[in-house]
């Protein structure tokens, strides 16, 4: 998740403090770099690479060559002023490396074997560079499923064709950041696209961590683009907390619905918000099987990967379930 406060991030003095896509302020009080801003380091690259993180993993047979189906790939200041703005309003700390070699160690470690590199625009005028870089990295992987991104204000439709051109394999919108949600009009031209291009997109729909005041979010909007696109595969991240029960109910009404794990699941995530992941059951995998995907937040997470994925295989799955979470809803999700 982008912020941890499910009612708002708030400073001690009860002001509004600094939420993912804000502006970061650089210490002489100017204007730093933005999240979404795409800005490379000053040597051209990405983030410094951080020490080797989590090399002696003992991988479940069952994870192993696992999908992470939400992984942030992103320009090196681009995602360090994503964490500052994360550190600033709720407090996190990140010890895993940002940049995707460092990414990628990391995963491989842990026994993923693809992922999805997701990117998203937090103001006009941004996305086209943003989704030239993140296929331009995606391009060194062996590992790494670009999608794209575009902001309502943007002129949508030849930024998205530009980027499906260009292969990116879906589209990423992070709503109540970008302030423009599934049911946003601005964005029609992106969704009859991911319909021709047959393209999937992952939304950030639901109104957590602090979004429950939001307009952008919800499954009202969720509903609304699945009634106006049902041929458009759609997922809702992070189970769509905190509305998940609504969300799954949206799920079991519709084969081309999907759903995230990502954060809602780990077994830590009581420490951030006001959610138990044990509130939903094991059916919800069972009945949902090929239609709820591993993923993890990676590498912006403020705990150990493994957290992400301990308390699913804790659960009492059957093989054909604990199959379509880590690897064969992904497959459905990108490919149909």
Not at 122 to 133: F, K, M, S, V, Y
Request: charged share 25%.
């Amino acid at each position: 998740m982008d912020a941890a406060d499910p009612d708002g991030t708030r400073g001690p003095d009860g002001d509004r403090g600094t939420a993912p896509g804000d502006p970061v302020e650089d210490t002489d009080g100017e204007r730093g770099t933005a999240p979404g801003d795409p800005v490379e380091d000053t040597d051209g690259g990405t983030a410094s690479p951080g020490p080797p993180i989590d090399v002696d993993v003992d991988v479940d047979p069952r994870f192993a060559g696992a999908t992470d189906c939400h992984v942030h790939l992103m320009p090196g200041r681009l995602m360090a002023a994503i964490r500052e703005a994360l550190d600033d309003a709720v407090g996190w700390t990140f010890h895993y490396p940002a940049d995707r070699e460092g990414i990628e160690a990391t995963l491989r470690a842990h026994g993923v074997e693809r992922y999805l590199a997701l990117p998203y625009a937090h103001r006009p005028g941004i996305a086209r560079e943003l989704n030239d870089w993140v296929l331009d990295a995606a391009a060194d992987s062996p590992m790494a499923v670009p999608f794209a991104t575009v902001h309502g204000d943007d002129e949508v439709r030849p930024v998205v064709r530009e980027a499906f051109e260009s292969g990116a394999r879906g589209l990423k919108f992070q709503c109540p950041v970008q302030e423009c949600g599934p049911a946003d009009p601005r964005l029609d031209p992106a969704f009859e696209l991911a319909a021709e291009y047959d393209r999937p997109v992952l939304f950030h729909a639901g109104t957590a961590p602090m979004y429950r005041d939001s307009p952008h979010v919800g499954v009202g909007e969720f509903r609304e683009f699945v009634a106006s696109y049902p041929e458009v595969r759609a997922c809702s991240a992070h189970m769509g907390t905190f509305e998940w029960e609504a969300f799954v109910e949206v799920a079991r009404a519709n084969e081309s619905v999907y759903l995230d794990t990502c954060f809602a699941m780990a077994t830590v995530v009581g420490e951030y918000v006001d959610f138990d992941p044990s509130a939903i059951p094991d059916s919800v995998f069972e009945d949902l099987a090929g239609r709820v995907m591993y993923g993890s937040d990676f590498p912006n997470m403020p705990h150990d990967y493994v957290r992400e994925r301990e308390g699913l295989l804790d659960r009492d799955l059957s093989e054909g379930a604990f199959e379509a979470l880590f690897r064969g809803a992904a497959e459905r999700f990108l490919y149909g």
